[in-house]
């Protein structure tokens, strides 16, 4: 799956690429192709086997080699991130993710695609970078991780999937990775087009999307022209503090879901996981998940766009009681190169406070400018930055001093659009 990159990389090399249009500006290989699971416009592909709206924009690289379609994109960013407050924090970090895919259409339609998504994030510390109200998983094995965002591990998906076309917009497939991402949830947060140039995760992180990373999933799946059912075995367990290996599969916990795309510009879906012990430090509780979303995207016009997302995530542990969560996010490109972002979130937690039996209610505001700047046909990179507003409990002012504030500064570089 590595030398999908090293391919990948030689082909751009060589001057091979054809840059991938935008929805307002298909080239005839874009218009072409069809989506990787079923007979669909390929822009409704988003992470895993989850879909965005079909005016969803995607910024990647075509490269022909033999039989073979590569795709490819990168992200990188630098980041300067400060938290205030007695629980906050500040630092410069790198992060971001490369990927690379190699698609093969047999006769039929029927079609084999392989996928595999890097990432630079165990680069800045196995702790993260500072972001309050922020908990899941363990930085060091001993310890839960609480106002701390934890990286991605070095390899956040090497999958393989394979489709059957069964007629006119009906097909079956079925999609392995190690590590992948069940069908559960939306799309995870990276790839939504309302807040994936954002370097900063939601905090309702764990309640929607954090299995896109499982070290072993196994999904099945039935599409009708706008509807997709799909069942997902996959490993319950969270990735360890080592975030450079690939970890053993269990393949103990379940997902279902269901997908609709009522018009090009809605993506919806409702989900549901069985989890087995997916966490280090908890290791004889189990959940349940329930997730519900619904994403929209617009072409505007004139290099105008508009992309939002309204989601809900419920967990119920077999110890304890469940806990909600809702993010609303949204971005805006009021002129070409500028874009203007924001997400607003609550949730209930147990994690935050002393005493993880009580019941706390946190709310966070982000919001955020960017501008772009061509480097070349299938390069850019962006200058932007963002100011975060975080409200908790009154039995959380005391340990956070208040209702504090947080900031981020950022430089990317985009590759493949």
Same mark, same amino acid.
């Given at each position: ?5 090293? /391919?990948?990389?030689? *082909?751009? *090399? ?21 989506? #990787? ?32 379609? &590569? ?40 079609? &084999?695609?392989?996928?595999?998504? /890097? ?17 899941? =998983?363990?930085?060091?094995? #001993? ?103 690939? =970890? ?13 795309? !009522? ?15 997916? =966490?280090?430090?908890? !290791? ?12 929209? $995207? ?31 996010? $949204? ?22 406070? =002393? ?25 850019? #990179? ?36």
């Amino acid at each position: 799956m590595i030398g999908l990159l090293h /391919l990948y990389a030689a *082909a751009l *090399a060589a001057g091979a690429a054809l840059p991938a249009a935008m929805p307002h500006d298909h080239d005839a290989m874009t218009m072409a192709m069809t989506g #990787v699971f079923g007979d669909y416009p390929m822009t409704r592909d988003a992470s895993g086997t989850s879909w965005l709206p079909d005016a969803s924009v995607h910024a990647m690289s075509h490269v022909m080699h033999g039989d073979w379609t &590569l795709m490819g994109h990168a992200m990188l960013e630098g980041v300067y991130d400060w938290q205030e407050g007695p629980r906050g924090d500040e630092l410069t970090f790198t992060s971001g993710m490369v990927m690379a895919s190699a698609r093969r259409d047999a006769g039929g339609g029927d079609t &084999l695609n392989f996928r595999a998504m /890097l990432s630079p994030d165990p680069f800045m510390g196995k702790r993260g970078y500072p972001l309050l109200l922020a908990s899941g =998983e363990t930085a060091d094995g #001993v310890s839960p991780l609480i106002d701390r965002q934890h990286p991605h591990d070095l390899f956040m998906e090497l999958s393989a999937s394979f489709a059957w076309q069964l007629g006119s917009a009906r097909s079956l497939f079925v999609y392995a990775g190690l590590p992948g991402e069940p069908a559960f949830g939306p799309p995870a947060f990276m790839h939504r087009p309302a807040t994936m140039t954002s370097p900063e995760a939601p905090i309702t992180h764990h309640w929607l999307d954090s299995t896109h990373i499982t070290f072993g999933v196994l999904t099945a799946g039935w599409i009708q022209d706008r509807w997709k059912l799909e069942f997902s075995q996959f490993t319950g367990r969270e990735p360890d503090e080592n975030r450079y290996d690939i =970890e053993r599969p269990r393949m103990d916990s379940t997902a279902l879901r269901v997908s609709w795309n !009522p018009g090009v510009r809605w993506a919806l879906q409702a989900s549901w996981a069985d989890v087995e012990s997916p =966490e280090q430090l908890e !290791p004889e509780v189990d959940e349940r998940r329930i997730s519900a979303s619904a994403l929209y $995207g617009r072409d505007l016009g004139g290099g105008r766009e508009l992309s939002a997302t309204l989601a809900w995530g419920r967990k119920e542990p077999s110890e304890g009681s469940a806990t909600n969560a809702i993010a609303l996010e $949204g971005a805006f490109e009021p002129a070409r190169d500028w874009q203007v972002f924001g997400r607003i979130e609550w949730l209930e937690t147990h994690e935050l406070g =002393e005493h993880h039996e009580d019941l706390d209610e946190v709310a966070k505001l982000s919001a955020g400018l960017r501008r772009e700047f061509a480097l070349g046909d299938r390069a850019r #990179v962006a200058l932007g930055a963002l100011y975060s507003l975080n409200r908790v409990d009154d039995s959380l002012r005391p340990s956070y001093g208040g209702n504090p504030h947080g900031a981020m500064v950022f430089l990317q570089f985009l590759a493949g659009t």
